[in-house]
């Protein structure tokens, strides 16, 4: 990248699941079904907050699992990638995220990008329904798509 100025981005996530949509095991209770706080991050090549078919960190095991806060994003070309993720609640250990999407184009940010995203589950909970109780995967499993 060799984009000179710092660029800002705002993540505008839009979560499209509801009962209508996806009627089946759509949890209503305790807690009800719902996305917690995004997690992210900008970086460069050296660095991963989780990749698909590898071991998630123990950071992102307890997002996973537990839910975290928010952070607000800015890039340079040192670190013009971003990752986040946004956790599925209920669940035993599932989100939705982007790992390493490159912001730079050559000398200039780009302006917009709009990604559809797909469920997946951390490898750390072996939990198969929205509401299932804690039960550890062990040994740990890769990030996998659900």
Known sequence: CTAEELAKYSIIFTGKWSQTAFPKQYPLYRPPAQWSSMLGVTHSSDYSMWKKNEYASNGVRDFAEKGQTSTELEVHSRHPLV???????????????????NLCEGDHWMEEVSIDLFPYDAGTDSGFTFSSPNFATIPQDTVTEV
Do not use: N
């Open 83 to 101: 990752s986040f993720v946004v956790r599925i609640v209920p669940s035993p250990d599932w989100f939705v995220g982007i790992d390493s999407l």
